[in-house]
């Protein structure tokens, strides 16, 4: 949870290092600083623990395309990825195998047939539209989040054309990664899994490893031990 007080955002904030320190302070508005400190922070603490590192010896670098990652010197296995939407941040890791994540606030006030026409597949359209107009909107983010979980494994950020690639849903099953349409990037074939985070959102994973162990806990956002 992203919601906490402005003495533990202090605190929090001091685990960040100067360029997250100054990336903070660029954010006009006060919820959307404190939900960067405090995930940042949160991902800091976390990587430190699994790297026995205070948090701000962890150097983390980004892709081409922003994607994050442990810095090379660090000789790690540990891959991880973070999303945040609302009040809620979602941090994966795994050893030695790629990831990525996706958090869906689940909006009522979005256009989910204006948006799937740009962002969903043709497949994805029809089995949208095929469902109860009362279950479109819960199915959008549930669809949204597991492409954005593989867009964002594949580390290409906003550059991937989601619309090439199909992820289906059948009931009693695990999401699928089904067909691809011609694409100049090629796309790798994800294991997915949908995440119960909480009443509202949407949460997905992608990795590459088939025979997935897969741990939940939840967290408070707390000053330093």
Known sequence: PLVCSPDIVETLRTVLVATEQARAAR?????????????????????????ALPPREVH???????????????GSAIHFNVSHSGDLSLLGFTLGSELG????????????HGMAQVVF????QGALAALE????????????????????????????PSHTFTVSVAPGEFPLLSSQAPSPLPLAPWS?????????YAAALAV????????????EAAPLR
């Open 101 to 112: 994540l996706d958090l869906e606030e689940e909006r009522s006030d979005l256009d989910v």
């Open 192 to 200: 997915l899994r949908e995440l119960e985070v909480a009443r509202g």
């Open 27 to 51: 954010f006009l508005l006060e919820r959307d600083r404190r939900r960067f400190i405090v995930t940042r922070a949160t991902l800091r603490r976390l990587l430190g623990d699994l790297l």
């Open 208 to 219: 590459k490893e088939k025979a997935l162990r897969l741990v939940l806990w939840q967290a």
């Open 121 to 124: 597949s043709p497949a994805e």
């Open 60 to 74: 983390v670098v980004e892709g081409a395309y922003g994607k994050p990652a442990l810095a090379p010197a660090h």
């Open 133 to 160: 107009p009362s279950a479109r909107q819960e199915a959008f983010f549930r669809l949204w989040a597991l492409k954005e979980a593989v867009i964002k494994a594949e580390g290409w950020g906003f550059a991937f």
